[in-house]
């Protein structure tokens, strides 16, 4: 169960959570969970045809398994976000500076980091979001999630998902092997009639909110 647009009392429920950018007009964010993985190269290449830049939250555990493939992601442009370590369904606060410092770490090891860190599976106790930004970290959710990762969910369903997004929408979909194929037949498409109606899409900016 998922919402595939997140409801807008989130933002008020959470003010130190960033789900939506205010006042983007006609903008989009791309963002991709789980990277890197052996689909990156893929993904990256889909991305480069379409001229455009996305947000990738990297795993730690992804990053020590495909170093090089964590380089290229930064070496095209992406800008790169924090998405644990271990990727577990939920952070305790004693796994808290582990799954968090660490993969910041890593990240900082080859390319600069965003410092946005977006919890696994959206899943985060409500002061988890102010100890973030006490470590110079900002918290950054999604508001429109087409569910690329569900089995039940079909190219053309994922399709009119994706065109309910409007402007200041972030989207997340996922780069992983199960993904890719679903992705390089219905992002290329939802791109162009996106900037055809006017969007333009954009990388999130670091620090934020």
């Not at 290229?72 to 500076?97: K, Q, W």
Request: aromatic share 10%; charged share 20%.
């Amino acid at each position: 169960m998922y919402f595939v647009r997140v409801p807008k009392a989130a933002d008020l429920i959470f003010p130190r959570v960033c789900f939506h950018k205010s006042g983007a007009a006609r903008t989009l964010y791309l963002t991709f969970d789980d990277a890197p993985s052996p689909a990156t190269p893929q993904l990256l290449h889909l991305l480069s045809d379409a001229k455009v830049k996305a947000t990738f939250f990297l795993i730690g555990k992804n990053i020590e398994r495909y170093p090089s493939l964590a380089r290229e992601i930064a070496a095209a442009g992406h800008t790169l976000g924090n998405h644990s370590f271990s990727h577990p369904r939920g952070i305790s606060d004693d796994m808290f500076d582990t799954e968090v410092r660490r993969t910041e770490s890593l990240i900082e090891a080859f390319a600069p980091s965003s410092h946005l860190f977006r919890f696994p599976y959206g899943k985060f106790h409500r002061a988890q979001p102010e100890r973030l930004r006490q470590q110079g970290l900002a918290a950054v959710m999604w508001s429109l999630m087409p569910g690329d990762f569900d089995t039940t969910v079909n190219t053309a369903r994922l399709s009119r998902r994706l065109e309910r997004a409007t402007a200041g929408d972030i989207i997340v979909l996922h780069d992983g092997v199960n993904t890719i194929d679903k992705l390089q037949t219905v992002l290329p498409r939802f791109i162009a009639a996106a900037q055809t109606n006017g969007f333009a899409f954009s990388l999130l900016p670091a620090h934020f909110p």
